[in-house]
């Protein structure tokens, strides 16, 4: 798995290509079987990757926002798995946004740019999915399905798709 990140690099990314990762992760099974040490070897690895110019970003979505009304940016866990709070709490220059339902946590140099984005929509306009869009960020999942993949909501708003 650590390679994983390594692999990212030396195949996604070109001179024309954005330094830009959006991750749906779930390792939690992954933390259990490897006793707590997988998640610390793939901080490693993002830690040194977002120094050589890549920014990740990793959802850090909470939706009990909804109906409790608590957020707050350093203390509100992540609801959509763990390595966004790991991320978080433990590599020096990672960022949250204050997106109360949908923020990210971010790393690497476009960490300061993606995490002020305040659009009018969650997914329109002006908001971090059409950012990413823009950069030709590389969304991928990690131990998690496609269906969770949040960007789609966008393309979803932008069809107008009568579900919405």
């Not at 830690?47 to 909804?66: H, Q, V």
């Not at 997914?123 to 399905?145: H, K, M, P, W, Y």
Request: aromatic share 14%.
């Amino acid at each position: 798995m650590e390679s994983l990140f390594k692999a990212f690099k030396s195949t996604l990314f070109s001179d024309n290509s954005s330094p830009v990762i959006l991750i749906h992760s779930s390792v939690i099974a992954a933390v259990k079987a490897e006793k707590k040490k997988l998640p610390y070897r793939l901080l490693q690895e993002i830690f040194s990757l977002s120094r050589s110019g890549i920014t990740f970003a990793f959802p850090s979505y909470t939706f009990t926002f909804c109906s409790s009304q608590i957020f707050d940016v350093s203390s509100t866990k992540s609801e959509t798995g763990i390595l966004a709070d790991l991320v978080h709490t433990n590599l020096p220059g990672s960022i949250r946004s204050v997106e109360p339902i949908y923020s990210h946590v971010f790393i690497g140099p476009f960490s300061k740019e993606l995490a002020s984005i305040q659009g009018k929509t969650t997914f329109g306009d002006g908001s971090i999915f059409e950012r990413l869009e823009q950069l030709n960020a590389f969304v991928g999942v990690l131990n998690t399905g496609w269906e969770y993949a949040t960007i789609f909501h966008r393309y979803e708003e932008l069809s107008r798709v009568p579900y919405r």
